[in-house]
């Protein structure tokens, strides 16, 4: 299957009326760069914030100043802000969003650490008590990590549930975990689902219609709770993986496509990510720094 012209184009001509001339099959980098320009000054729903500069990871401790910077940056852009953690300058992220007039998606990070579990959820609550949270979200991915069991996942979103019964309350993981735990489903508000075809070895051209494949097996099993997608990416550069070829043309057109995906079908997705993050290299390899929109630099890439 060719990377189809109606992937880019099929919601928002009236935005790109100046490109409709394009052949976006045998497209030049120029072209593409122009689209990817429009895309992203048009506006995102959500992005996922990038906390950490160069020689920085998880762990240090970040300022406030640092940031309420990015924010600023990202500003322009998105409606929505999310964050992984509410410690270690973490919570400085919503209340920076909301600072600058943004929604928050704001998540505590749970482990296989139980102590600093405690913080993290205590973090959570009263960053929404004091109405800096607009989603909350117990947990990042921490069954496809093993950290956790069901069970121990499940009594820390009730926990928060019922601390803050006023702000809608979910759990961030890949998308299959929805569908092999219902529990899951049934314990949360909304349903945040992780949507990434690059792990999974798809090529660039299949790539939209796996992430939109991978969207409906959660939605099938979500009883009419709101499905948001709150990851989806692709690098641009590092390791291929199967068919997943990084590079700046791949992530330009993956962009494009989610975001008038996004747009056509009313649904809310974040992007991953803000910025590159250079620490990232540890845990996935040389792909792992290449996932921002901004470099690490905090320069917009294409």
Not at 160 to 170: C, E, H, L, S
Not at 236 to 254: C, D, H, R, T, V
Not at 275 to 285: M, R
Request: overall charge negative; some cysteine.
């Amino acid at each position: 299957m060719s990377f189809r012209k109606k992937h880019f184009l099929k919601a928002n001509t009236a935005h790109f009326a100046d490109l409709e001339g394009i052949d976006l099959i045998d497209h030049n980098r120029e072209d593409l760069q122009q689209l990817w320009r429009h895309t992203i000054d048009n506006g995102m729903h959500g992005i996922c914030f990038s906390m950490y500069e160069d020689g920085q990871e998880p762990g240090d401790i970040i300022t406030e100043n640092q940031v309420e910077r990015r924010i600023k940056i990202l500003k322009p852009y998105t409606k929505w802000i999310r964050s992984f953690s509410c410690i270690e300058g973490n919570e400085f992220v919503p209340q920076m969003a909301k600072k600058n007039g943004l929604k928050t998606l704001v998540g505590a990070w749970l482990s296989d650490d139980l102590e600093k579990n405690e913080l993290e959820i205590a973090a959570l609550v009263d960053l929404a008590k004091k109405g800096f949270v607009d989603i909350a979200a117990v947990g990042n991915e921490v069954l496809y990590r093993n950290d956790l069991s069901v069970n121990q996942l499940l009594a820390y979103i009730k926990r928060v549930k019922d601390a803050i019964p006023d702000t809608p309350v979910g759990y961030v993981d890949a998308y299959y975990e929805f569908t092999l735990h219902p529990e899951l489903v049934e314990q949360s508000d909304v349903i945040l689902t992780n949507c990434y075809p690059y792990w999974e070895g798809t090529s660039i051209e299949n790539s939209l219609d796996h992430m939109n494949d991978m969207f409906n097996k959660v939605l099938n099993v979500s009883k009419g709770k709101r499905v948001i997608v709150t990851e989806t990416g692709w690098p641009s550069q590092g390791e291929s993986l199967g068919g997943a070829n990084p590079s700046s043309i791949n992530a330009m057109k993956y962009f494009i496509d989610t975001q008038n995906w996004s747009h056509d079908h009313n649904i809310d997705v974040f992007y991953f990510s803000s910025f590159d993050e250079s620490w990232k290299k540890g845990d996935e390899g040389e792909v792992g720094a290449y996932w921002g929109l901004w470099d690490k630099d905090e320069v917009l890439k294409f």
